[in-house]
């Protein structure tokens, strides 16, 4: 049996004529009664009851037909995915970000990708670096964009751009009437970091020099999942954070009584790198990729490409 003999065996059960069928397959119907003679006799049963008037399904016939119309949508379906990859502008490309990343970047990229490769289907994810890592590693995503460095040799980690942290505070702090902020500043500030798990947060200890997340003392029980939330929290006066310059270009930045300012401090920036397995076929589509977000950059980043 062969996938040519199951489509003239669904022809004929859609059809429920001999003739139609062969008209939509496009052979003789002598042809394809005879190939359906040849299944049945492989098989060793009868797949249809024949009579002058009328062509129905057996009860076999029935149960066999939902596999034979399996087997031919798998094969069309690995057809369909191998001419996809003969052109790496199309086809579903899976991609994951950090949520510190996302929501400030995809926006940028998105509608100049749609028009330029409108055969790309861009699926997005949003994940910790860990789990990235993770699902990049076990195939469910084929790219990732992160802000740590990765010790992978399966893995391949191109930098795209640094990205400096600037100060959010709300808008009666005592910091509001400096002209520059620096690392001295940083040191008293009751800063509000993200949960356990986001690398922000120890990018954010990292700059302001701090070891380890104080247990005590009135940020030590505040500790959001997003950074809108972190952002809620400084605008309603709990204290301050340092957020990625992309995100300053949010709605975030209107009438919620946050405001943010540029560091005066060498090195508080953090990188972001796109990733991928070093296997990973489509160099073209992550080229793509590369180019459209670094020439969408706004300049309050540094890019590297």
Request: glycine fraction near 4%; hydrophobic fraction near 45%; charged fraction near 25%.
């Amino acid at each position: 049996m062969n996938l040519r003999d199951f489509r003239y065996f669904i022809a004929v059960a859609d059809t429920r004529h001999f003739g139609r069928a062969a008209e939509r397959c496009f052979v003789s119907q002598p042809t394809l009664s005879g190939q359906i003679k040849k299944l049945e006799s492989e098989l060793g049963v009868s797949l249809f009851e024949r009579t002058n008037k009328s062509v129905s399904l057996t009860p076999i016939g029935e149960q066999l037909l939902a596999h034979a119309r399996r087997c031919v949508e798998e094969a069309d379906a690995i057809t369909e995915l191998a001419q996809v990859y003969k052109d790496p502008m199309a086809g579903p490309l899976k991609l994951g970000a950090i949520p510190t990343i996302s929501p400030y970047l995809m926006p940028l990229i998105l509608a100049p990708l749609r028009a330029n490769y409108p055969h790309l289907r861009l699926i997005l994810s949003e994940e910790i670096t860990d789990l990235l890592i993770q699902r990049l590693t076990n195939h469910e995503i084929d790219a990732a964009l992160i802000a740590t460095p990765v010790d992978d040799p399966s893995l391949t980690a191109l930098p795209l751009f640094d990205e400096p942290f600037w100060l959010a505070h709300p808008r009666d702090h005592p910091l509001y009437a400096k002209d520059e902020i620096t690392e001295e500043d940083l040191e008293d500030l009751e800063l509000l970091l993200l949960a356990d798990g986001h690398c922000l947060a120890r990018q954010v200890m990292e700059v302001c020099h701090l070891a380890e997340r104080r247990e005590a003392g009135a940020m030590a029980d505040l500790r959001a999942s997003s950074l809108d939330t972190l952002l809620q929290l400084v605008g309603a006066g709990f204290g301050s954070t340092l957020v990625p310059a992309l995100a300053v270009r949010a709605p975030w930045m209107t009438d919620t009584g946050v405001i943010a300012r540029k560091l005066s401090v060498p090195d508080a920036s953090r990188r972001v790198s796109l990733v991928w397995r070093r296997s990973f076929p489509r160099a073209a589509a992550l080229e793509v990729i590369t180019s459209t977000i670094l020439a969408k950059l706004p300049n309050t980043v540094i890019k590297l490409g």
